[in-house]
Protein backbone atom coordinates (compact mmCIF):
# COMPACT_ATOMS: atom_id res chain seq x y z
CA UNK A 1 0.00 0.00 0.00
CA UNK A 2 1.57 3.58 -0.44
CA UNK A 3 0.30 6.83 0.65
CA UNK A 4 -1.26 7.68 4.00
CA UNK A 5 -4.01 6.46 6.37
CA UNK A 6 -6.25 3.01 5.70
CA UNK A 7 -6.45 3.23 2.11
CA UNK A 8 -3.76 3.23 -0.92
CA UNK A 9 -3.45 6.45 -2.85
CA UNK A 10 -4.68 5.40 -6.15
CA UNK A 11 -8.32 4.42 -4.31
CA UNK A 12 -8.26 7.07 -2.74
CA UNK A 13 -7.86 9.45 -6.10
CA UNK A 14 -10.26 7.25 -7.91
CA UNK A 15 -13.05 7.37 -5.02
CA UNK A 16 -15.65 9.73 -6.16
CA UNK A 17 -15.71 13.50 -4.80
CA UNK A 18 -18.43 14.36 -2.44
CA UNK A 19 -19.69 17.38 -5.10
CA UNK A 20 -19.95 15.21 -7.77
CA UNK A 21 -21.61 12.40 -5.22
CA UNK A 22 -24.01 15.11 -3.93
CA UNK A 23 -24.93 16.55 -7.55
CA UNK A 24 -25.22 13.39 -9.43
CA UNK A 25 -27.89 11.98 -6.65
CA UNK A 26 -30.26 15.29 -6.54
CA UNK A 27 -29.69 14.77 -10.59
CA UNK A 28 -30.93 11.63 -10.62
CA UNK A 29 -34.00 12.29 -8.25
CA UNK A 30 -35.27 15.38 -10.31
CA UNK A 31 -35.08 12.38 -12.96
CA UNK A 32 -36.73 9.85 -11.53
CA UNK A 33 -39.61 12.88 -10.58
CA UNK A 34 -39.95 14.06 -13.99
CA UNK A 35 -40.15 10.33 -15.31
CA UNK A 36 -43.25 9.91 -12.47
CA UNK A 37 -44.40 12.92 -13.81
CA UNK A 38 -44.70 12.02 -17.75
CA UNK A 39 -45.92 8.69 -16.71
CA UNK A 40 -48.56 9.81 -14.95
CA UNK A 41 -49.94 12.84 -16.78
CA UNK A 42 -49.71 10.65 -20.11
CA UNK A 43 -51.93 7.97 -18.18
CA UNK A 44 -54.39 10.31 -17.36
CA UNK A 45 -54.03 12.54 -20.55
CA UNK A 46 -54.80 9.63 -22.55
CA UNK A 47 -58.18 8.87 -20.76
CA UNK A 48 -59.29 12.43 -21.42
CA UNK A 49 -58.32 12.36 -25.23
CA UNK A 50 -60.14 9.43 -25.48
CA UNK A 51 -63.36 11.40 -23.67
CA UNK A 52 -62.84 14.50 -25.55
CA UNK A 53 -63.53 13.08 -29.44
CA UNK A 54 -66.09 10.69 -28.21
CA UNK A 55 -67.61 13.62 -27.09
CA UNK A 56 -67.05 15.62 -30.27
CA UNK A 57 -67.85 12.89 -32.41
CA UNK A 58 -71.19 12.07 -30.88
CA UNK A 59 -72.50 15.93 -30.87
CA UNK A 60 -71.52 15.81 -34.77
CA UNK A 61 -73.32 12.88 -35.79
CA UNK A 62 -76.54 14.17 -34.30
CA UNK A 63 -75.82 17.51 -35.25
CA UNK A 64 -75.10 16.88 -39.16
CA UNK A 65 -77.91 13.81 -39.27
CA UNK A 66 -80.48 16.82 -38.88
CA UNK A 67 -78.83 19.12 -41.45
CA UNK A 68 -78.17 16.17 -44.25
CA UNK A 69 -80.48 17.97 -46.64
CA UNK A 70 -79.81 21.32 -46.15
CA UNK A 71 -76.26 21.22 -48.00
CA UNK A 72 -75.22 25.00 -47.34
CA UNK A 73 -76.30 24.69 -43.39
CA UNK A 74 -74.54 21.41 -43.66
CA UNK A 75 -71.08 22.98 -45.05
CA UNK A 76 -71.29 25.56 -42.16
CA UNK A 77 -72.01 23.24 -39.42
CA UNK A 78 -68.64 21.46 -40.59
CA UNK A 79 -66.66 24.40 -40.62
CA UNK A 80 -67.55 25.43 -37.26
CA UNK A 81 -67.57 22.43 -35.31
CA UNK A 82 -63.95 22.12 -37.50
CA UNK A 83 -62.90 25.49 -35.82
CA UNK A 84 -64.44 24.27 -32.26
CA UNK A 85 -62.82 21.08 -31.72
CA UNK A 86 -59.86 20.85 -34.21
CA UNK A 87 -60.70 18.18 -36.30
CA UNK A 88 -61.54 17.11 -39.93
CA UNK A 89 -64.54 15.81 -40.67
CA UNK A 90 -66.45 13.81 -43.25
CA UNK A 91 -69.45 12.11 -44.65
CA UNK A 92 -70.16 9.54 -46.85
CA UNK A 93 -72.68 6.72 -47.90
CA UNK A 94 -72.42 3.37 -47.28
CA UNK A 95 -71.25 3.23 -50.87
CA UNK A 96 -68.99 5.12 -49.91
CA UNK A 97 -69.88 8.44 -51.82
CA UNK A 98 -68.70 11.57 -50.27
CA UNK A 99 -71.69 14.03 -48.82
CA UNK A 100 -69.83 16.34 -47.22
CA UNK A 101 -66.32 17.39 -45.75
CA UNK A 102 -63.43 19.80 -44.72
CA UNK A 103 -60.94 20.62 -46.65
CA UNK A 104 -58.52 17.43 -45.95
CA UNK A 105 -61.71 14.77 -45.43
CA UNK A 106 -60.77 11.60 -43.99
CA UNK A 107 -60.73 8.76 -45.90
CA UNK A 108 -64.15 6.52 -46.16
CA UNK A 109 -64.44 3.02 -44.73
CA UNK A 110 -64.46 -0.49 -45.53
CA UNK A 111 -66.69 -3.22 -44.82
CA UNK A 112 -65.95 -4.77 -42.17
CA UNK A 113 -65.30 -1.20 -40.45
CA UNK A 114 -68.64 0.05 -41.43
CA UNK A 115 -70.55 -3.02 -39.63
CA UNK A 116 -68.75 -2.72 -36.45
CA UNK A 117 -70.20 0.95 -36.41
CA UNK A 118 -73.61 -0.88 -35.03
CA UNK A 119 -72.36 -1.08 -32.32
CA UNK A 120 -71.59 2.91 -31.55
CA UNK A 121 -68.78 4.92 -32.10
CA UNK A 122 -65.39 2.95 -33.51
CA UNK A 123 -62.26 4.68 -32.89
CA UNK A 124 -60.02 3.71 -35.96
CA UNK A 125 -56.51 2.33 -36.43
CA UNK A 126 -53.68 3.98 -38.02
CA UNK A 127 -51.43 6.62 -37.29
CA UNK A 128 -53.51 9.61 -37.15
CA UNK A 129 -56.05 9.84 -34.03
CA UNK A 130 -59.36 9.03 -35.97
CA UNK A 131 -63.00 7.69 -35.12
CA UNK A 132 -66.12 7.05 -37.13
CA UNK A 133 -69.92 6.67 -36.12
CA UNK A 134 -73.74 6.58 -37.79
CA UNK A 135 -75.36 9.21 -38.50
CA UNK A 136 -79.08 9.22 -37.58
CA UNK A 137 -81.40 8.79 -40.43
CA UNK A 138 -82.24 7.42 -44.34
CA UNK A 139 -80.20 6.83 -46.29
CA UNK A 140 -77.42 5.25 -43.99
CA UNK A 141 -74.62 7.46 -43.64
CA UNK A 142 -71.48 7.48 -41.38
CA UNK A 143 -69.17 10.49 -40.27
CA UNK A 144 -65.27 9.90 -39.97
CA UNK A 145 -63.36 12.46 -37.74
CA UNK A 146 -60.15 12.67 -37.57
CA UNK A 147 -57.37 14.42 -35.27
CA UNK A 148 -53.68 15.21 -34.75
CA UNK A 149 -51.43 11.96 -33.92
CA UNK A 150 -52.07 9.41 -31.81
CA UNK A 151 -50.16 10.80 -28.87
CA UNK A 152 -50.82 14.31 -29.03
CA UNK A 153 -48.64 16.86 -27.53
CA UNK A 154 -46.45 14.10 -25.59
CA UNK A 155 -43.54 15.52 -27.55
CA UNK A 156 -44.31 18.96 -26.21
CA UNK A 157 -44.41 17.53 -22.30
CA UNK A 158 -41.45 15.77 -22.69
CA UNK A 159 -39.58 18.74 -24.07
CA UNK A 160 -41.03 20.86 -21.24
CA UNK A 161 -39.92 18.43 -18.77
CA UNK A 162 -36.32 17.85 -20.14
CA UNK A 163 -36.05 21.74 -19.95
CA UNK A 164 -37.36 21.52 -16.19
CA UNK A 165 -34.89 19.39 -15.43
CA UNK A 166 -31.65 20.94 -17.17
CA UNK A 167 -32.81 23.70 -15.24
CA UNK A 168 -33.11 22.53 -11.77
CA UNK A 169 -29.91 20.50 -12.72
CA UNK A 170 -28.33 23.47 -13.05
CA UNK A 171 -29.87 25.32 -10.39
CA UNK A 172 -28.29 22.16 -8.47
CA UNK A 173 -24.87 23.17 -9.23
CA UNK A 174 -24.80 25.63 -6.38
CA UNK A 175 -26.18 23.60 -3.58
CA UNK A 176 -24.01 20.95 -3.92
CA UNK A 177 -20.95 23.52 -4.26
CA UNK A 178 -22.27 24.81 -0.47
CA UNK A 179 -22.54 21.65 1.09
CA UNK A 180 -18.93 20.03 -0.26
CA UNK A 181 -16.71 23.27 -0.16
CA UNK A 182 -16.88 23.21 3.32
CA UNK A 183 -16.35 19.55 3.79
CA UNK A 184 -13.34 20.08 1.13
CA UNK A 185 -11.64 23.05 3.58
CA UNK A 186 -12.16 21.05 6.37
CA UNK A 187 -10.16 17.88 4.68
CA UNK A 188 -7.18 20.34 3.58
CA UNK A 189 -7.10 21.70 6.99
CA UNK A 190 -6.44 17.99 8.82
CA UNK A 191 -4.43 16.90 6.22
CA UNK A 192 -2.30 20.04 6.45
CA UNK A 193 -2.45 19.71 10.49
CA UNK A 194 -1.35 16.28 10.52
CA UNK A 195 1.65 16.72 7.89
CA UNK A 196 2.98 19.22 10.46
CA UNK A 197 1.30 22.42 9.98
CA UNK A 198 0.53 23.60 13.20
CA UNK A 199 -1.27 26.61 11.85
CA UNK A 200 -3.67 25.06 9.40
CA UNK A 201 -7.65 25.98 10.05
CA UNK A 202 -10.81 25.02 8.23
CA UNK A 203 -12.16 29.02 8.81
CA UNK A 204 -15.58 27.65 8.25
CA UNK A 205 -17.76 29.84 8.47
CA UNK A 206 -21.20 28.41 8.87
CA UNK A 207 -24.47 28.84 11.18
CA UNK A 208 -25.22 24.95 11.00
CA UNK A 209 -23.53 21.62 11.48
CA UNK A 210 -20.83 21.87 9.02
CA UNK A 211 -19.71 25.18 10.52
CA UNK A 212 -19.75 23.67 14.24
CA UNK A 213 -17.91 20.95 12.94
CA UNK A 214 -15.12 23.15 11.18
CA UNK A 215 -15.43 25.23 14.73
CA UNK A 216 -14.75 22.76 16.79
CA UNK A 217 -11.86 21.44 14.42
CA UNK A 218 -10.12 24.92 15.23
CA UNK A 219 -10.32 24.95 18.26
CA UNK A 220 -9.10 21.46 18.60
CA UNK A 221 -6.24 22.26 15.94
CA UNK A 222 -5.79 25.84 18.55
CA UNK A 223 -5.30 23.33 21.69
CA UNK A 224 -2.95 20.99 20.15
CA UNK A 225 -0.81 23.81 18.93
CA UNK A 226 -1.20 25.44 22.48
CA UNK A 227 -0.10 21.74 24.13
CA UNK A 228 3.01 21.72 21.46
CA UNK A 229 4.14 25.28 21.65
CA UNK A 230 4.10 24.43 25.74
CA UNK A 231 5.71 20.88 25.36
CA UNK A 232 8.62 23.31 23.73
CA UNK A 233 8.59 25.65 26.63
CA UNK A 234 9.09 22.81 29.01
CA UNK A 235 12.11 21.17 27.24
CA UNK A 236 13.63 24.11 27.33
CA UNK A 237 13.41 25.60 30.72
CA UNK A 238 13.82 22.25 32.24
CA UNK A 239 17.45 22.23 29.79
CA UNK A 240 17.81 25.90 31.26
CA UNK A 241 17.06 24.88 34.97
CA UNK A 242 19.54 21.51 34.39
CA UNK A 243 22.14 23.42 33.15
CA UNK A 244 23.59 25.13 36.25
CA UNK A 245 23.54 22.56 38.50
CA UNK A 246 25.46 20.23 36.08
CA UNK A 247 27.85 22.73 35.04
CA UNK A 248 28.51 22.74 39.24
CA UNK A 249 28.78 18.92 39.62
CA UNK A 250 31.04 19.08 36.58
CA UNK A 251 33.48 21.31 38.00
CA UNK A 252 33.29 19.89 41.36
CA UNK A 253 34.22 16.70 40.06
CA UNK A 254 37.02 18.41 38.03
CA UNK A 255 38.24 20.14 40.97
CA UNK A 256 38.60 16.97 42.97
CA UNK A 257 39.63 15.00 40.21
CA UNK A 258 42.99 17.94 39.81
CA UNK A 259 43.38 16.85 44.17
CA UNK A 260 41.84 20.25 45.67
CA UNK A 261 39.47 18.80 48.01
CA UNK A 262 38.96 22.42 50.00
CA UNK A 263 37.81 24.33 46.64
CA UNK A 264 35.47 21.29 45.52
CA UNK A 265 34.05 21.51 48.98
CA UNK A 266 33.07 24.95 49.03
CA UNK A 267 30.72 23.89 45.52
CA UNK A 268 28.77 21.45 47.70
CA UNK A 269 26.43 23.88 49.25
CA UNK A 270 25.60 25.13 46.13
CA UNK A 271 25.16 21.75 44.67
CA UNK A 272 22.52 21.03 47.33
CA UNK A 273 20.64 23.80 46.60
CA UNK A 274 20.43 23.45 43.18
CA UNK A 275 19.90 19.46 43.55
CA UNK A 276 16.65 20.60 45.55
CA UNK A 277 15.29 23.01 43.05
CA UNK A 278 16.19 20.24 40.28
CA UNK A 279 13.95 17.98 42.53
CA UNK A 280 11.39 20.49 43.24
CA UNK A 281 10.86 20.83 39.15
CA UNK A 282 10.89 17.05 39.12
CA UNK A 283 7.79 16.75 41.52
CA UNK A 284 6.03 19.62 40.25
CA UNK A 285 6.23 18.35 36.30
CA UNK A 286 5.67 14.70 38.00
CA UNK A 287 2.17 16.05 39.75
CA UNK A 288 1.32 18.07 37.10
CA UNK A 289 1.25 15.23 34.19
CA UNK A 290 -0.58 12.72 37.04
CA UNK A 291 -3.37 15.11 37.37
CA UNK A 292 -3.72 15.90 33.46
CA UNK A 293 -3.85 11.74 32.97
CA UNK A 294 -6.92 11.69 35.72
CA UNK A 295 -8.54 14.69 33.88
CA UNK A 296 -8.04 13.29 30.31
CA UNK A 297 -10.10 10.34 30.99
CA UNK A 298 -13.76 10.71 30.33
CA UNK A 299 -15.79 11.43 33.91
CA UNK A 300 -12.75 10.20 35.56
CA UNK A 301 -11.63 12.95 39.33
CA UNK A 302 -8.37 14.02 40.13
CA UNK A 303 -7.64 10.71 42.42
CA UNK A 304 -7.10 12.15 45.91
CA UNK A 305 -5.14 10.44 48.75
CA UNK A 306 -7.48 11.91 51.55
CA UNK A 307 -7.03 12.03 54.96
CA UNK A 308 -8.27 14.53 58.11
CA UNK A 309 -5.47 16.75 59.51
CA UNK A 310 -5.68 20.69 60.72
CA UNK A 311 -5.52 23.15 58.63
CA UNK A 312 -2.82 24.96 61.24
CA UNK A 313 -0.50 22.11 61.46
CA UNK A 314 -0.37 22.85 56.99
CA UNK A 315 0.43 26.00 56.80
CA UNK A 316 2.92 25.98 60.10
CA UNK A 317 5.45 23.09 58.38
CA UNK A 318 4.48 25.63 54.91
CA UNK A 319 6.02 28.28 56.80
CA UNK A 320 8.87 26.30 58.48
CA UNK A 321 9.63 25.03 55.06
CA UNK A 322 10.02 27.85 53.80
CA UNK A 323 12.54 29.21 56.39
CA UNK A 324 14.66 26.10 55.81
CA UNK A 325 14.73 26.27 51.73
CA UNK A 326 15.58 30.66 52.57
CA UNK A 327 17.45 30.94 55.36
CA UNK A 328 17.70 34.52 56.09
CA UNK A 329 14.83 35.65 54.20
CA UNK A 330 11.83 37.16 56.67
CA UNK A 331 8.38 35.34 57.23
CA UNK A 332 5.21 37.07 58.46
CA UNK A 333 3.15 34.14 59.42
CA UNK A 334 -0.27 34.83 60.85
CA UNK A 335 -2.94 32.17 61.85
CA UNK A 336 -6.84 32.71 62.58
CA UNK A 337 -7.76 31.77 66.18
CA UNK A 338 -9.66 28.58 65.18
CA UNK A 339 -8.50 26.89 61.75
CA UNK A 340 -10.82 23.82 60.45
CA UNK A 341 -9.96 19.95 60.04
CA UNK A 342 -9.03 19.69 56.70
CA UNK A 343 -10.26 16.35 54.43
CA UNK A 344 -8.00 16.70 51.63
CA UNK A 345 -4.35 15.24 50.03
CA UNK A 346 -2.09 16.82 52.50
CA UNK A 347 0.92 16.11 50.17
CA UNK A 348 -0.56 18.05 47.42
CA UNK A 349 -1.71 20.77 49.67
CA UNK A 350 1.74 20.74 50.61
CA UNK A 351 3.24 21.37 47.47
CA UNK A 352 0.69 24.21 46.25
CA UNK A 353 1.55 26.37 49.29
CA UNK A 354 5.80 25.36 48.93
CA UNK A 355 4.94 27.17 45.30
CA UNK A 356 3.34 29.83 46.01
CA UNK A 357 5.69 30.66 49.28
CA UNK A 358 8.85 30.17 46.74
CA UNK A 359 7.32 32.08 43.68
CA UNK A 360 6.74 34.86 46.27
CA UNK A 361 10.67 34.61 47.75
CA UNK A 362 11.39 34.06 43.73
CA UNK A 363 9.76 37.63 42.40
CA UNK A 364 10.48 39.97 45.81
CA UNK A 365 13.93 41.41 47.46
CA UNK A 366 15.20 39.36 49.81
CA UNK A 367 14.94 42.46 52.03
CA UNK A 368 11.63 42.47 51.52
CA UNK A 369 9.48 40.08 53.85
CA UNK A 370 7.13 37.42 52.23
CA UNK A 371 3.85 37.48 54.41
CA UNK A 372 1.73 34.26 54.59
CA UNK A 373 -1.93 34.39 56.49
CA UNK A 374 -4.23 31.98 57.53
CA UNK A 375 -8.04 32.48 58.79
CA UNK A 376 -11.46 30.34 58.67
CA UNK A 377 -14.12 31.87 56.22
CA UNK A 378 -17.62 30.52 55.35
CA UNK A 379 -16.64 26.74 56.22
CA UNK A 380 -13.85 27.52 54.37
CA UNK A 381 -9.76 28.06 55.00
CA UNK A 382 -8.41 30.94 53.68
CA UNK A 383 -4.75 31.44 52.67
CA UNK A 384 -2.99 34.25 51.66
CA UNK A 385 0.24 34.83 50.41
CA UNK A 386 1.99 38.43 49.90
CA UNK A 387 4.68 39.90 48.35
CA UNK A 388 6.06 43.18 48.02
CA UNK A 389 8.26 42.57 44.62
CA UNK A 390 8.37 43.03 41.07
CA UNK A 391 4.20 42.66 40.80
CA UNK A 392 2.19 41.58 37.59
CA UNK A 393 1.08 43.40 34.77
CA UNK A 394 -2.67 43.81 34.19
CA UNK A 395 -2.72 42.17 30.48
CA UNK A 396 -0.52 39.37 32.22
CA UNK A 397 -2.89 38.38 34.89
CA UNK A 398 -5.57 36.21 32.92
CA UNK A 399 -2.82 33.71 31.79
CA UNK A 400 -1.13 33.67 34.96
CA UNK A 401 -2.30 29.72 35.23
CA UNK A 402 -1.70 28.98 31.86
CA UNK A 403 1.40 25.96 32.10
CA UNK A 404 5.02 27.06 31.12
CA UNK A 405 3.39 30.78 31.19
CA UNK A 406 6.31 33.30 32.60
CA UNK A 407 5.78 36.98 32.47
CA UNK A 408 8.23 39.36 30.36
CA UNK A 409 9.47 40.74 33.86
CA UNK A 410 9.61 37.24 35.44
CA UNK A 411 12.18 36.28 32.40
CA UNK A 412 13.88 39.27 32.13
CA UNK A 413 14.85 38.89 36.01
CA UNK A 414 15.73 35.87 35.25
CA UNK A 415 14.53 34.13 38.15
CA UNK A 416 14.47 30.52 37.07
CA UNK A 417 11.45 28.20 37.22
CA UNK A 418 9.63 26.42 33.97
CA UNK A 419 6.39 28.54 34.97
CA UNK A 420 4.45 25.71 35.95
CA UNK A 421 3.95 26.39 39.83
CA UNK A 422 0.74 28.68 39.76
CA UNK A 423 -0.92 26.31 36.97
CA UNK A 424 -0.19 23.24 38.99
CA UNK A 425 -1.23 25.31 42.58
CA UNK A 426 -4.44 25.92 40.73
CA UNK A 427 -5.31 22.15 39.72
CA UNK A 428 -4.73 21.18 43.02
CA UNK A 429 -6.83 23.70 44.58
CA UNK A 430 -9.49 22.96 42.22
CA UNK A 431 -9.52 19.47 42.79
CA UNK A 432 -10.06 19.78 46.13
CA UNK A 433 -13.13 22.04 45.31
CA UNK A 434 -11.72 25.44 45.99
CA UNK A 435 -10.49 28.49 44.17
CA UNK A 436 -7.85 30.46 43.75
CA UNK A 437 -7.14 34.16 43.08
CA UNK A 438 -4.49 36.40 42.51
CA UNK A 439 -4.16 40.38 42.52
CA UNK A 440 -1.00 42.11 41.36
CA UNK A 441 -0.22 45.49 40.53
CA UNK A 442 3.45 46.17 38.85
CA UNK A 443 5.88 47.31 41.44
CA UNK A 444 3.42 46.78 44.52
CA UNK A 445 3.63 43.25 45.12
CA UNK A 446 1.48 40.63 44.44
CA UNK A 447 -0.75 38.51 46.51
CA UNK A 448 -2.73 34.90 45.83
CA UNK A 449 -5.44 33.81 47.86
CA UNK A 450 -6.64 30.29 48.43
CA UNK A 451 -9.94 28.71 49.28
CA UNK A 452 -10.24 24.87 50.69
CA UNK A 453 -13.59 23.86 51.88
CA UNK A 454 -12.97 22.24 55.77
CA UNK A 455 -14.07 19.12 56.44
CA UNK A 456 -17.63 18.84 57.40
CA UNK A 457 -17.74 18.47 60.96
CA UNK A 458 -20.41 16.44 62.61
CA UNK A 459 -23.67 16.88 63.33
Do not use: C
Request: aromatic residues 4%; charged residues 30%; hydrophobic residues 45%.
Amino acid sequence: MTGTGRWPAWRRRRHPRLFWSVYLHGVLMLLAVGVALAVAGAALGRGEWRRGPERALRYAALRLGELRGDPARLDEELRRVREMFGVELALYRDDGTLLAGSAEPPPSLGAGERERLARGPERLPGPRFAWAARLPGEPAAYLVMAGGSRSPSLERIAAFLLAVLLALAVASVPLARAIARPLERLTAAARALGSGDLSARAGVDRADEVGELGQAFDEMAERLERLLRQEKELLANVSHELRTPLSRIRVALDLAAEGDPERARRFLGEIAQDLSEVERLVEDILTAARLDLAQGRSGAEVPLRREAFPAADLVSRAGERFRAAHPGRALEVTLGESLPELDADAALLRRALDNLLDNAAKYSEPSEPVALSAREEDGALLVEVRDRGIGIDPQDLSRLFIPFFRTDRSRARGSGGVGLGLALAKRIVEAHGGSIAVESAPGKGTAVRVRVPAASRPA
